[in-house]
């Protein structure tokens, strides 16, 4: 076996292990497969900015679009996502996460610093990361892969929502789609999807905080 094909060996063994980690929920999934990740970039003696990490041409710009798209994004899901879903399964999604949040300011900050630790800087190296970044190297960069890649790595992040029921595991793919394509808009940097799905994390925390939980508009 060539040295190539041995990497594609090891490129199928990772993705294999980090899925089945995302779908039995192995402890803090996020966490076990960022130590993957570490370990990935030592075997392989690459550095961190291979998964997207980089400096943009305007952080402004990309700081703006991030703020805009995430804002965009949650209109989107309540008034045309999760409405629909509701009506197709007679339920609505399972906020059972964020139970006495309204109201609760002390909460509300502490949800808000974790969702920008784990869910932003840690699902998004994870998901459009580490493994868009393996799933290019086993399907290439051409227009299949793309579509592969970023297909199977939203498809992942939503079955890693399992908690939040159907609905929340339909609305979460079709964040990650979103997601995936604005990583793509800004030439694959990591930072505009950091910062988006922060952003989406906090305004929806901020909302039910206020109001409580908002099933859809309709």
Known sequence: MDTKSIWKLVTVVELVAAAVVILLGLFLPTLVILAMLAVSLLVRREPIAVVGFKRPGSWPALIGFAFLG????????????????????GTTI?????????????????LIALSWMLAAIGEETVYRGYLQKLLTDLFGSGPSGVWLTIGLSSLLFGLAHTQQGL???????????????????????????????????????????????IYGLW
Do not use: C, E
């Open 70 to 89: 995430a804002v965009g994004l949650q209109a989107f899901d309540v008034s045309v996502i999760m409405p629909i879903m509701n009506h197709l399964t």
């Open 94 to 110: 399972d906020y059972i996460g964020f139970a006495g949040l309204k109201g609760n300011l002390g909460q509300l900050l502490m």
């Open 167 to 213: 609905i929340g595991v339909v609305v979460t793919t079709v964040d990650a789609l979103f997601f995936s394509w604005l990583k793509r808009k800004f030439d694959g940097n990591l930072w505009v999807t950091i910062l988006a799905h922060g952003f989406y994390n906090s305004v929806g925390m901020i909302i039910f905080y206020l109001v409580g939980p």
